[in-house]
């Protein structure tokens, strides 16, 4: 595995190769120039040594060792450089650049034939193999970017980003552990995501349909249900996760030693739901618990006769309901909407009588109706006054309470 250290070290060679290759081409024009040199009195009694001493090295013997030797050790330093991104670097534009190079670098040593002065020639001959040397360093660099990005496949650096997961499975007796896949260098590998300790907290987040219940919350509710915990769900699509967890419990009965039961609380429809009732005196052992339902619920109003909350039999007048010509059916009536119940009524509306269901709102002091197949009616419709419409739509957003399904 490559780490920052073996990275660094790579570097410094190739920086090193560089660095002694730029030696020899310097040394080579010293050593092959020398008298040039010493008549500007470029040189004193220690370089003089050490000059003498690698002068009599082999490479330094002659024109053209030293400056292949130079060569390689450039070739060598251009190995691992990454190159400036250029999406123009092209196969024509290095030939253009390296052809010349090496003709240069190579070639210069032709001007020392000319009948010029030796000064001039000998600068002539340094540059244009600097010159040369400079141009096989860029076509180099050109090289190494064009191969690099050839065998890159991964152009997003996808890869590179992937790291290993964790792919033991860790259980005990209050984990939960979620089965997944992850990607790692190219390869599709499994894993686990381990919850070993719930009592600290979860949250899961996600945009709607991203999967938060298909992926975590089902494996949970399975898996705890399994090892013979009870659960409280609030279930916001009911009956989603009400399904779920009531097939888990009859897969897991038999595990539990206080076999439990399965309750429903559905706001939404009063006809399959439980009744449970948060003040009930036998859930409060002392007078803490009386001391914190009396903090945390809300205000309640009074429902008992004859306030009942609100003036129900006003209320019920202002609609076209059959049942309140006749006395019995009408006290009947009320009695029902009092106890809470949803009992079936008959309204008139242009000329034609439906069958509707209706239930008391003493909250809002109003009714709610439903037809036969429990959708919701707009009470404004059955009224027995047109002019009271206009009075009754502006409460409307008060009057629908939008209760939600939860599942125990």
């Not at 005990?172 to 992850?182: D, G, I, Q, R, T």
């Not at 001391?291 to 007048?317: C, I, W």
């Not at 309901?321 to 242009?350: F, M, Y």
Request: some cysteine.
């Amino acid at each position: 595995m490559n780490t920052g250290e073996d990275t660094q070290g790579l570097r410094k060679i190739l920086d090193l190769s560089r660095m002694i290759s730029v030696f020899l081409l310097a040394m080579h024009f010293y050593i092959r120039f020398f008298q040039m040199f010493k008549s500007l009195e470029w040189n004193s009694e220690i370089t003089d040594r050490i000059v003498g001493q690698l002068a009599r090295l082999a490479i330094f013997d002659g024109w053209w060792l030293a400056k292949f030797a130079a060569l390689l050790f450039l070739a060598i330093s251009l190995l691992g450089v990454k190159g400036r991104k250029d999406e123009n670097i092209s196969y024509k534009k290095i030939y253009l650049c390296m052809g010349p190079g090496l003709l240069l670098y190579f070639c210069g040593i032709f001007f020392l034939y000319l009948h010029w002065s030796d000064s001039l020639l000998i600068g002539l001959y340094c540059l244009v193999t600097i010159n040369g040397f400079l141009m096989i360093l860029a076509a180099g660099t050109w090289i190494s970017r064009r191969i690099k990005q050839s065998l890159v496949k991964d152009i997003f650096n996808s890869e590179n980003e992937t790291f290993p997961q964790e792919e033991r499975l860790l259980e005990n007796e209050f984990s939960v552990n979620l089965p997944a896949k992850y990607n790692y260098k190219g390869e599709i590998r499994d894993s686990w995501i381990n919850l070993i300790n719930l009592f600290r907290g979860l949250l899961v987040a996600g945009t709607p349909g991203a999967g938060k219940s298909y992926f975590v919350i089902r494996h949970l509710i399975d898996q705890l249900m399994g090892k013979g915990f009870s659960m409280f769900i609030y279930d916001f699509k009911y009956d989603d996760l009400s399904v779920i967890a009531y097939n888990c419990l009859l897969k897991y009965i038999d595990r539990y030693k206080v076999k439990p039961k399965f309750y429903v609380i559905n706001f939404d429809d009063l006809n399959r739901t439980h009744r449970c009732n948060p003040l009930d005196p036998a859930a409060m052992t002392d007078i803490t618990d009386a001391t914190e339902a009396s903090r945390t619920n809300f205000n309640m109003n009074q429902y008992h006769d004859p306030s009942y909350g609100f003036n129900l039999k006003e209320v019920l007048d202002k609609f076209n309901i059959k049942e309140l010509e006749n006395p019995k059916e009408r006290e009947k009536l009320e009695a029902q909407l009092k106890n809470g119940d949803r009992p079936s009524i008959t309204v008139e509306k242009n000329g034609e009588q439906i069958k509707l269901q209706v239930e008391a709102v003493p909250r809002y002091s109003q009714l709610n109706m439903f037809a036969a197949n429990g959708r919701a009616e707009k009470r404004e419709q059955f009224l027995k006054e047109p002019s009271l419409n206009k009075a009754v739509t502006k409460s409307k957003g008060k009057e629908v309470s939008a209760g939600q399904g939860l599942g125990i």
